[in-house]
């Protein structure tokens, strides 16, 4: 079984900073790509950023320059160090993590349950 747990979430002033991590647990999943999601109130989920197994980074843009991805292979953990955070990054914040649970099934997406950020003005 494979589970996903998000943690470093809070409430931040504007301009302030924030480390959000996610551990995957699941003795045989190796996740191909792992990223960060988020969902504002009425609004789609949509990509933070992504990273490859081999550290390959994708950013949104309203994350370049601010949002910097990165994971521990070994300890299947994922991190999001945020900057300068805005207002409008006020969202709950979800892990995500695709690969196969064990060699023989396909791969698949895994979420977490999500870590409300908020950031005041």
């Known amino acids: 079984q494979v589970r996903v747990v998000e943690s470093g979430g809070g409430l931040v002033q504007a301009g302030g900073s924030l480390r959000l991590s996610c551990v995957v647990f699941?003795?045989?999943?190796?996740?191909?790509?792992m990223g960060w999601y988020r969902q504002a109130p009425g609004k789609q989920r949509e990509l933070v950023a992504q990273?490859?197994?081999?550290?390959?980074?994708n950013y949104a843009d309203s994350a370049k320059g601010r949002f910097t991805i990165s994971r521990d292979n070994a300890e299947n953990t994922l991190y999001l160090q945020m900057n300068s955070l805005k207002p409008e990054d006020t969202a709950v914040y979800y892990c995500?993590?695709?690969?196969?649970?064990?060699?023989?099934?396909?791969?698949?997406?895994?979420w977490g349950q999500g870590t409300q950020v908020t950031v005041s003005s």
């Open positions: 995500n993590a695709y690969g196969k649970r064990i060699y023989y099934e396909a791969p698949r997406d895994y």
């Open positions: 699941g003795s045989t999943f190796s996740p191909n790509r």
């Open positions: 990273i490859s197994s081999g550290g390959g980074t």
